[in-house]
């Protein structure tokens, strides 16, 4: 058994994916915007993480714009029939690079559009709404207007499963009412662990959580205690990072994103056993942040 399949799996939507999964927004150029520097490696790093057994991919149309969803296509169309490609919408990019809230109906009609296109496909796996009240973190407020409108969307056949992204559990409370949400994507990791409650409501419920930034995102973690731990272990500290969390809870779902595939090949690794003694201290790394 390789050390992928060791991650176990979970159900997403209506397909069962391997735990460890692959994120390609680091595969699009600086700040997310633009092409790749190299774009053969970012192609070879696909095709090696399909070709290693991950087949859970986490993509946006509004990573580059438009970048990666093509490299996808490029490496991997026709996609192995196991393949579920998770999409984001509910954002747009601007000319000087940030991140704008798109959530009319033009906007999140065209975006399942432009998936679908720059992907290659008839109907999106599933589809992540991003909830941009406040771009860097949850913020209450209602959901109901995009998500009734993405339904919409699901209605016509375009869509398989919705998930949500930048939520509060409330959101998801109010989601449920409108659509079946089927994941969660919200920043969480060792030392990030707002969601500890919601992860374990979704486990109950049978709803994947897929947290992003599994290893600090654009500020890595650093942590003496996970130095320490990976070196008794003979492990890396973000592999590390990663074990935790395949650890955590059963429904925790992980794409971390690389565009090396030595990063890559390090990350597909992680599925680790951690002694319950290694758990308690790294537990205790968020009490310390």
């Known amino acids: 058994m390789s050390n992928i ?85 509910g954002a747009r990019r601007d000319t000087d690079a940030s991140w704008i809230p798109a959530f009319s109906r033009e906007e999140l009609t065209q975006a399942v559009h432009d998936n679908l296109r720059n992907l290659g496909l008839d109907v999106l796996d599933v589809v992540n709404l991003r909830i941009m009240l ?39 409370a109010e989601g449920r009412k409108i659509a079946e949400i089927v994941c969660v994507q919200n920043q969480y990791n060792l030392a990030h662990r707002a969601d500890d409650a919601l992860i374990d409501q979704l486990a109950r419920d049978g709803t994947a959580y897929v947290p992003f930034f599994p290893l600090g995102g654009f500020t890595p973690l650093q942590s003496t205690t996970l130095s320490q731990v990976a070196a008794r272990l003979g492990a890396t500290p973000m592999q590390v990072a990663l074990a935790w969390l395949l650890h955590r809870a059963p429904n925790i779902l992980l794409i971390p994103g690389t565009s090396s595939l ?22 205790g790394i968020a009490d310390a942040a």
């Open 262 to 283: 030595e990063h890559l090949r390090q990350n597909l690794a992680a599925a680790l056993v951690l002694p319950d003694h290694e758990i308690a201290k790294l537990d």
């Open 5 to 89: 399949d060791q991650s176990s799996s979970f159900t997403l939507g209506d397909s069962s994916v391997k735990r460890l999964g692959y994120g390609a927004m680091q595969l699009a150029g600086p700040g997310v915007f633009g092409p790749p520097k190299d774009h053969d490696m970012a192609v070879a790093v696909l095709r090696e993480a399909v070709a290693s057994g991950v087949n859970h991919i986490d993509t946006s149309d509004f990573y580059g714009p438009h970048v990666t969803n093509r490299l996808i296509r490029e490496a991997l169309h026709p996609y192995n029939d196991d393949l579920v490609i998770v999409t984001k919408i």
């Open 134 to 172: 406040n771009p860097h973190h949850p913020t209450e407020g209602s959901i109901e207007a995009p998500l009734t409108i993405l339904a919409d969307l699901q209605r016509q056949g375009l869509i398989r499963h919705i998930g949500l992204s930048n939520v509060t559990a409330k959101q998801v």
